[in-house]
């Protein structure tokens, strides 16, 4: 099983909604990462998890929150998020930190 | 600060000539080097990677060519096939770092 899944495909919510992005992976892959992608821009790093710690948080606001629950899965919490947080959110996940990431399909977000 | 760029964000080709896609990078540190295919509405998929101590890495139809001294690597298709036409990535990587940058993109147009 080479994929990577992510729930759900679209979301739409209002500024002062919570809401979750899920992100599953069955390859055994000890690092997972969320990225943020804009129209016509290429995919933003955001988080990176290894072996379920996170070890990279590329100054992103606390109105995303990341969880890694196991080394299979990995959420992104939302909270009071802005409409220009709006894209594409994009999670994959490698073996280590020295070979191809696999991407899931996305979830395009759209914030009111 | 654009870490790695690709100059052409639109390229057509013939079916059946070559594509050639390039990617530009300016931290010396990268040491590994990816390159991406995305269609709309779908997650990067990976197509072929290529690491500091090679310059040129082939699989199949691609190949990924490597100049350190200039910075800069590209990316080869042939034959071109209209099923080729997405957007390309590159991306780069200091190995080990789990940062993985993106550059900006360039969308293939392969014509029947």
């Known amino acids: 099983d080479t994929e990577v899944t992510q729930t759900p495909k679209h979301l739409v919510m209002g500024m002062t909604n919570k809401k979750s992005l899920k992100c599953e992976q069955h390859m055994g892959h000890r690092a997972m990462y969320w990225y943020k992608q804009k129209a016509k821009k290429p995919p933003e790093l955001m988080f990176v998890y290894s072996y379920e710690k996170l070890s990279i948080n590329e100054s992103v606001p606390s109105r995303f929150s990341p969880e890694c629950p196991n080394s299979s899965l990995l959420n992104l919490h939302l909270h009071a998020l802005q409409p220009e947080d709006s894209a594409l959110y994009l999670c994959?996940?490698?073996?280590?930190?020295?070979?191809?990431?696999?991407f899931g399909p996305g979830t395009r977000l759209t914030v009111l | 600060d654009q870490q790695v760029k690709q100059n052409s964000p639109s390229l057509s080709v013939q079916e059946g000539r070559i594509s050639i896609l390039n990617c530009d990078y300016t931290?010396?540190?990268?040491?590994?080097f990816l390159w991406y295919k995305k269609y709309p509405a779908e997650g990067p998929t990976f197509l072929i990677s290529?690491?500091?101590?090679?310059d040129k890495n082939e699989d199949g139809r691609f190949t990924v060519f490597l100049n350190k001294s200039a910075k800069h690597l590209s990316l080869h298709i042939v034959p071109s096939q209209p099923g080729d036409s997405a957007v390309y990535f590159c991306?780069?990587?200091?190995?080990?770092?789990?940062?993985?940058?993106f550059g900006t993109g360039t969308r293939l147009k392969v014509l029947a």
């Open positions: 994959a996940s490698s073996n280590t930190g020295l070979d191809e990431q696999f």
């Open positions: 931290n010396s540190m990268f040491d590994y």
């Open positions: 991306a780069a990587s200091a190995r080990g770092t789990y940062k993985y940058i």
């Open positions: 290529i690491s500091s101590i090679k």
